[in-house]
Antibody
Framework: EVQLVESGGGLVQPGGSLRLSCSASGFTFSSYAMHWVRQAPGKGLEYVSAISSNGGSTYYADSVKGRFTISRDNSKNTLYLQMSSLRAEDTAVYYC????????????????WGQGTMVTVSS | QSALTQPASVSGSPGQSITISCTGTSSDVGGYNYVSWYQQHPGKAPKLMIYDVSNRPSGVSNRFSGSKSGNTASLTISGLQAEDEADYYCSSYTSSSTLLIFGGGTKLTVL
């Protein structure tokens, strides 16, 4: 079964840091670009970041650029999101998401989503 | 970059058809055939329903269809069923450094 399992969420103070992890199974992780998408409580989806299958290309939403870093370890089938200088507006469920199509580049459609991990930024 | 524009809500009766619009610009929806649609039930992760404007992933009902005209993409659901009641989001590739943007979401109510 294709599965993505996020971990690492929790409560953090403004200005703090947190690292999210996403463990992948059931598919050839190293063949797919991966993404992070977030959803604030009661709000819509917001694209956060992407990384190509070999980790050579990364993309960030303007709202997180310079504060978040996406990375992956293909030997461990794991995706990461290092978040720093966290703000109240970063409070959201963070989803780990898999590209629909195996490719060297980064795609635009996501067929597998994790269950999400909640990040709360509050003092 | 602003989100793509979707109606906040639409509704329809069982068996009817509804259409949800998604309006962007020539830098996203209008410039590329990379529009996707997602269905999200309360408390659940989104599910891919349409990709590349009009393609259905395996397992998605053919009651769901997508199209595009100019800067506006559309999702049509025919033969509405109770289980179609959910939030729907469009997304599009964008030429900005962000790579992809979502619409604000549309709540579909099946009357």
């Amino acid at each position: 079964e294709v599965q993505l399992v996020e971990s690492g969420g929790g409560l953090v103070q403004p200005g703090g840091s947190l690292r999210l992890s996403c463990s992948a199974s059931g598919f050839t992780f190293s063949s797919y670009a991966m993404h992070w998408v977030r959803q604030a409580p009661g709000k819509g989806l917001e694209y956060v970041s992407a990384i190509s299958s070999n980790g050579g290309s990364t993309y960030y939403a303007d709202s997180v650029k310079g504060r978040f870093t996406i990375s992956r370890d293909n030997s461990k089938n794991t995706l990461y999101l290092q978040m720093s200088s966290l703000r109240a507006e970063d409070t959201a469920v963070y989803y780990c998401v898999k590209d629909l199509i195996a490719a060297a580049g980064v795609g635009d459609a996501f067929d597998i989503w994790g269950q999400g991990t909640m990040v709360t930024v509050s003092s | 970059q602003s989100a793509l524009t979707q109606p906040a809500s639409v509704s329809g009766s069982p068996g009817q058809s509804i259409t949800i619009s998604c309006t962007g610009t020539s830098s996203d929806v209008g410039g590329y055939n990379y529009v996707s649609w997602y269905q999200q039930h309360p408390g659940k992760a989104p599910k891919l329903m349409i990709y590349d404007v009009s393609n259905r992933p395996s397992g998605v009902s053919n009651r769901f269809s997508g199209s595009k005209s100019g800067n506006t993409a559309s999702l049509t659901i025919s033969g509405l069923q109770a289980e179609d009641e959910a939030d729907y989001y469009c997304s599009s590739y964008t030429s900005s450094s962000t790579l992809l943007i979502f619409g604000g979401g549309t709540k579909l109510t099946v009357l």
